[in-house]
Each structure stands twice: as structure tokens, then as C-alpha cells.
């Protein structure tokens, strides 16, 4: 079964930077673009990253991008997210997932295990 643990969540300042990482286990998964989503409180979920499952092309939300990074280690079946330069509003939930991309949008696949749980991320004005 696929299951994916992110973690690299925390408190930081304003213009400050966090590392998420998303470890991905079992079979299934090694086809799949993979990439972020955020849900702040009260807020939809947002489509933040992804990078396909070649880690040759990424894909990158307007708010994001320049001060994200997405990358991907295949030997470690883990997906990063270097975020730099973070504004309060990045404060939410991060969620790793798995799945396809469509116009530059990753769409999860609705399956079990192609969802994390997710990481706190709190940006601190």
C-alpha cells in the first residue's frame, strides 16, 4: 500500500525558509507525478507544486513561484519543498500527493495512500 509521511513543518519569521520533505513507501507509486497542496483555515485547498515522476519537469503555482523550489530524490523515494522568502500567508497545512498532471495542476489520485497526512507550516509576521 502507498503511504506518504511528510514532515519539515514548524514556526518560522516572516522572509524565513522551511524544507518539507515527503517520504513515499509501498508500490504504486514510483509513475506518479508527485507534488504539495495547502490548506490554510477556512481556506480551499490550494495547489502549490509537482514534479513528474522523472524529476524533469516541475510545475509551480503563480503565488509560489521564484521562492519555491520542488525537487525529488529517487533513490530516497522522497519529494522536497524548499520554501524561501515566506509571507504570512503561506501559513496552512501542507499535504504531499501523487497523482497526474493536468494544465499544470497536479490532480491527486483519489486513492488511499496518495494523500499525506500533512505538516503545520506557521509564518510568524
Known amino acids: 500500500q502507498v503511504q506518504l509521511v511528510e514532515s519539515g513543518g514548524g514556526l518560522v519569521q516572516a522572509g524565513g525558509s522551511l524544507r518539507l520533505s515527503c517520504a513515499a513507501s509501498?508500490?504504486?507509486?514510483?509513475?506518479?507525478?508527485m507534488g504539495w497542496f495547502r490548506q490554510a483555515p477556512g481556506a480551499e485547498r490550494e495547489f502549490v507544486a509537482a514534479?513528474?515522476?522523472?524529476?524533469?519537469?516541475?510545475y509551480y503555482a503563480d503565488s509560489v513561484k521564484g521562492r519555491f523550489t520542488i525537487s525529488k530524490d529517487n533513490a530516497k523515494n522522497t519529494v522536497y519543498l524548499q520554501m524561501n522568502s515566506l509571507l504570512s500567508e503561506a501559513t496552512a497545512v501542507y499535504h504531499c500527493?501523487?497523482?497526474?498532471?493536468?494544465?499544470?495542476?497536479?490532480?491527486?489520485?483519489?486513492?488511499?495512500?496518495?494523500w499525506g497526512q500533512g505538516t503545520q507550516v506557521t509564518v510568524s509576521s
Open positions: 500527493a501523487a497523482g497526474t498532471v493536468v494544465d499544470g495542476v497536479l490532480r491527486p489520485r483519489p486513492a488511499a495512500g496518495y
Open positions: 509501498g508500490r504504486g507509486f514510483g509513475r506518479y507525478a
Open positions: 514534479i513528474s515522476w522523472s524529476a524533469d519537469i516541475t
